[in-house]
Nanobody, 115 residues
Framework: QVQLVESGGGLVQPGGSLRLSCATS????????MGWYRQPPGKQRELVAT???????DYADSVKGRFTISRDPAKNTAYLQLNSLKPEDTARYYC?????????WGQGTQVTVSS
C-alpha cells in the first residue's frame, strides 16, 4: 500500500508562487507515474502534470510554462512548483501515483489565488 501526503497549499495573490510537496511512504518513483491533479470548486478533477518513471514530464496546456513537476528520490517526495498563479488556478490539488492497475491518491491540499 502506498501512502501519499500533500502539503504546501495556501492563500496567495495573483502572480505569486507556491511549491506543493507529495511525500510518499516508500520510494516508488522508479515504478510509478507520479501526477498532480486539481479539482476547482464545482468542477471535475483534472490532470495538471505528470512525470514518468523515466523522468519524462507532461503538462496541461493551461499550466505549461508556469508549473513544474519534479521529484527527489532521496526524500521520497514529488513536487509541483506553481508560478505566475492566476485566480483560475484555485483548486484542491491532489497527488497521484499510478502503475498499471494500481492507483493511489493523497488527501489533497487547497490552493487559493485571490487578492
Amino acid at each position: 500500500q502506498v501512502q501519499l501526503v500533500e502539503s504546501g497549499g495556501g492563500l496567495v495573490q495573483p502572480g505569486g508562487s507556491l511549491r506543493l510537496s507529495c511525500a510518499t511512504s516508500t520510494n516508488i518513483f522508479s515504478w510509478y507515474v507520479m501526477g498532480w491533479y486539481r479539482q476547482p470548486p464545482g468542477k471535475q478533477r483534472e490532470l495538471v502534470a505528470t512525470i514518468s518513471s523515466g523522468g519524462t514530464t507532461d503538462y496541461a496546456d493551461s499550466v505549461k510554462g508556469r508549473f513544474t513537476i519534479s521529484r527527489d528520490p532521496a526524500k521520497n517526495t514529488a513536487y509541483l512548483q506553481l508560478n505566475s498563479l492566476k485566480p483560475e488556478d484555485t483548486a484542491r490539488y491532489y497527488c497521484n501515483a499510478h502503475q498499471s492497475l494500481r492507483n493511489y491518491w493523497g488527501q489533497g491540499t487547497q490552493v487559493t489565488v485571490s487578492s
